[in-house]
């Protein structure tokens, strides 16, 4: 059973102020790690893909990495519209689901 | 380049009562997903459409059902409707590519409350 564990739960920054969130996972065989962003009554927008450890991926003040047990979503100089819930998933090989977290809500404070 | 787009928006229901939600997937997309996700959750994994078949199944029970159109829309069927079926239900759209990853991209979701 693939298992995608997120922390923190939730997250309260300052606007500017870097940091880090956690996706902890364990699958047998992995084909890929999702990163997506949800707004509140929203349905979840694609932001990331990775594959293999050690692969990084940017897209703005976004930054995903990924080793063999996690992967990480930096947040670099926040702004308060990068307020939202953050969503790991993974993809096994020999599956078409994606096995979800339960997210980290990110709240930056102008 | 439409994306994936689902009806209606909102719903209220009975326990008891059947509800069909509908889902069309992003432009050249050929699979559809869909997903629960209750408050505070992440999205769990109901059932995946492939050229009109259901090719893959979570942890659901029997009352829920879908079909894949030719046009490769999509239908979610809930019968006898429970409270806890209240949640946001989401459609994803992705292109089959055989080994290679897929990634999915999601509707806005209908809310179903169940009364």
């Known amino acids: 059973e693939d298992q995608v564990t997120q922390s923190p739960e939730a997250l309260r920054l300052q606007e500017g102020e870097s940091s880090s969130l956690n996706c902890s996972y364990t699958?047998?065989?992995?084909?890929?790690l999702f990163w997506y962003r949800q707004d509140p009554g929203k349905g979840p927008e694609f932001l990331f893909t990775l594959y293999s450890a050690g692969e990084e991926k940017e897209k703005e003040r976004l930054k995903a990495t990924l080793t063999k047990k996690e992967s990480f979503l930096h947040i670099t100089a926040p702004k308060p519209e990068d307020s939202a819930t953050y969503l790991c998933?993974?993809?096994?090989?020999?599956?078409?689901?994606?096995?979800f977290g339960a997210g980290t809500t990110v709240t930056v404070r102008a | 380049d439409a994306g994936v787009t689902q009806s209606p928006t909102h719903l209220i229901k009975t326990r008891g009562q059947q509800v069909t939600l509908r889902c069309s997937p992003k432009?050249?997309?050929?699979?559809v997903s869909w997903y629960q996700q209750a408050l505070g959750q992440g999205p769990q994994f109901i059932f995946q459409y492939y050229e009109e078949e259901e090719r893959q199944r979570g942890n659901f029970p029997d009352r829920f059902s879908g079909h894949q159109f030719p046009n490769y829309s999509s239908e979610l069927n809930v019968n006898a409707l429970l409270l806890g079926d209240s949640a946001l239900y989401l459609c994803?759209?992705?292109?089959?590519?055989?080994?290679?990853?897929?990634?999915?991209?999601f509707g806005p979701g209908t809310r179903l409350l169940v009364l």
């Open positions: 994803a759209s992705s292109l089959d590519l055989g080994l290679v990853e897929e990634t999915q991209y």
């Open positions: 998933a993974v993809q096994a090989s020999t599956d078409y689901k994606l096995s």
């Open positions: 699958v047998s065989g992995l084909r890929g």
């Open positions: 432009s050249g997309h050929d699979t």
